[in-house]
């Protein structure tokens, strides 16, 4: 971990995000979430994934 990323930690344990930011950060994990269960388990729709290269 570089000096950057130290002063970022700082930064946010000095100023952090709002309960309304965490909520919708926690919602964007969900959905990626259950977009990948559904992508494991085939319940994702073909037309909808890449081509293996």
Do not use: D, Y
């Amino acid at each position: 971990m570089g000096p950057i990323w130290l002063m970022r930690a700082v930064k946010w344990a000095r100023n952090p995000p709002s309960p309304k930011q965490v909520k919708a950060l926690l919602a964007l994990f969900a959905v990626v979430f259950a977009i990948f269960i559904a992508e494991r388990m085939g319940l994702w729709p073909a037309f909808l994934t890449l081509p293996p290269r």
